[in-house]
Structure formats: C-alpha cells, structure tokens
C-alpha cells in the first residue's frame, strides 16, 4: 500500500475538489492519502469522507509557509486535530494575511497598467486561502499572459514587479503550533530550498521528519535526504504536490510513499501525544 503526502485543493490553490482528487487517488491505487492545503484545513472534513467511501486511509494536514532567519520555507502539518482552537485561529489570522496581500499585488499590476481587480480574484479562488495562483488565473483569462507559469515570471515570482512579501509565523511557532494540535512538523520539498543548514535549527525546534521522497527530486536528492533523515533520527515522507490542472498536468501518485512510513508517523503520533 502507497501513500501520497502532499496534496492540494480548490480549498487553496488547487483546482479539484477533495471528491475529485480522491477519485484520482484511488484511480492510482493509493492506499493512504493526507490534504496539505496551504494555511487551511478547510477541504479535511470533506476529503477525509471522500477517503472513508473509497477505503482509503485519511490524514488531515496542512502547509504552512513560515520564516526562519530571515529565509522563507514551507512545513508540512499531519495528523492535526482539525478542532483545536489555537489552530484555527492562527489560519484565520493568516488567511486574512493572503486576502491583503492579493489587493497589494493588484495594485502594483494596476500601476504597471494592468486593469485587473482584487475582488475579481478574490472570486475566481472561492477560497478562505487566496494565493498568487489565482491572481495569474485572472491575468490568463484576461489575456495579460498567456500562461501561468509567463504570470508568475514577468510579475508575480520574488523580485518581479507585482511581487510583495508575505507576514508569516517563525519556524518555531509553526512546530509549536503543529505539536500543540497533535501533529508531526515535517520540512517540505527541502531540495529546492538549497540550503540544508535549516535543517539543524529546525531539529532543535521540534522538527519531527523530512520530505524526502518529492516530484522535483532527482534520485540523489531523495538518497541525500534519506541520510540525513537518519542522521537526525527524522521520519521520511513523501508527496507529489498535486495542484490539479493548475501547474499543467496532475501529479497526483506520481510519488508512492511505501506505507512502512506510514507506520512510523503513526507511532511517534501515538507516542508524542502519550497514547503510545
């Protein structure tokens, strides 16, 4: 039995419903699927249904984009309980982050003569969780670009001229978070980060495991993560990202996480929140 990590959803920036991607999941053969929507549990009640009438085992997660000295990185939340207090609060306050941020972006695309508006993108994502995918969506439809990915290179990447910086929660306060809502705190796709020296400080905040096994890592990247997974006594996991159609093609299943891993975050769930 496989398992697939790194999932998301029209609930952020994927284009499937939670019915839609479990259907692909079990076209695959998936045996367990998790939701990592980013900064939204919003899909997990739905998604964790859609599992249950398939026969596959649900982990609900999230995907947390956080700030450690100064550098941006993504974690990954599993095994979150979907009701606890602090949890939700802390995405509200961050969703609300992503809606200023898409009328600052607008903005910057209005002075470069872009006629595009914020409440227009605002309702192309239908979403609690607004993201620059949705803004070069708008700018697609509209005929400002041809593609996402000439959105995202021309205004919308760091450094171009729509770009603006997002508030984010530490590191830190992101493993704090995760471990408060009986979660495992796992480092994303860290092979694109180029920059292993994260990995030791976001161990001594907590860190519980790494993704190791990802659609943008080569072989030696994933054998790389492995040894220093063991290094620091880290769970493995591993994930496709599947955004849907959103970056051309869905890669849900494209990255098969053998269940003995599985196993493992389960047992240090079990054992972290002393029910082992």
């Not at 939670?18 to 739905?46: F, I, K, N, Q, S």
């Not at 859609?50 to 100064?70: H, M, N, R, S, Y």
Request: net charge negative; proline share 4%; charged share 25%.
């Amino acid at each position: 039995m496989y398992a697939d990590l790194h999932l998301h959803t029209l609930y952020s920036d994927g284009t499937y419903t939670p019915e839609e991607l479990v259907d692909y999941g079990c076209a695959r053969g998936l045996g367990v699927m998790a939701l990592t929507d980013h900064d939204t549990v919003d899909g997990c009640t739905l998604m964790s249904a859609a599992c249950d009438k398939q026969g596959i085992e649900f982990i609900p997660g999230c995907e947390f984009t956080v700030e450690l000295d100064g550098f941006e990185l993504h974690l990954l939340g599993y095994f979150l309980d979907l009701k606890y207090e602090r949890l939700n609060e802390q995405l509200k306050k961050y969703q609300s982050v992503r809606h200023d941020r898409i009328y600052q972006m607008v903005f910057k695309l209005n002075e470069l003569g872009i006629e595009i508006d914020g409440d227009e993108v605002l309702n192309i994502a239908n979403c609690n969780s607004p993201g620059r995918p949705h803004i070069a969506r708008v700018l697609v439809e509209k005929g400002n670009c041809k593609s996402l990915d000439e959105a995202f290179q021309k205004f919308l990447k760091k450094g171009r001229p729509a770009w603006v910086p997002k508030d984010k929660m530490t590191a830190q306060e992101a493993i704090n978070l995760i471990h408060e809502a009986g979660g495992l705190a796992v480092i994303a796709h860290p092979g694109l980060y180029h920059r292993d020296g994260v990995i030791g400080p976001l161990v001594d905040f907590g860190l519980d495991g790494i993704e190791c096994f990802y659609t943008r890592h080569s072989t030696s990247t994933t054998e790389h993560y492995l040894m220093l997974a063991e290094q620091y006594n880290l769970l493995v996991t591993g994930g496709s990202d599947c955004h849907g159609e959103n970056k051309g093609r869905p890669l849900i299943g494209g990255v098969k996480l053998p269940y003995q891993y599985i196993e493992r975050m389960k047992s240090a769930v079990l054992a972290q929140n002393g029910t082992d």
